[in-house]
């Protein structure tokens, strides 16, 4: 996951998914201009995503290293049991 500011202000997300053939898949773009960027929310934002795909499915969850994605990835890590997340830009399928 990777968030930007688009030239028209709006705080755009996008979810990707790399799988172990070498795809990328756009998952889904989000605008969170609305939302608060806590760590809590964030961490929403990736558990539907591990729900909706299956956490079976996931080799790692990869993300930066913003303060908020810090506390989104100790959520994560404690509510799955995901022990390799790392920071970069990514989300990587199995």
Known sequence: MDGWTSP??????NFILHTSDGKDI???IQDLSNQNHTG????EKIEEILNDI???R???I??????NINLARQIITQNFL???ISNV???ALI
């Open 8 to 13: 028209a202000g709006k705080s755009l997300w």
């Open 82 to 84: 995901i022990s390799s």
């Open 62 to 67: 990869v993300t930066d290293a913003g303060s």
């Open 54 to 56: 299956g956490i079976q």
């Open 89 to 91: 830009w990514h989300i």
């Open 58 to 60: 996931f080799a790692a």
């Open 26 to 28: 756009l998952w889904r």
């Open 40 to 43: 809590e929310y964030l961490a």
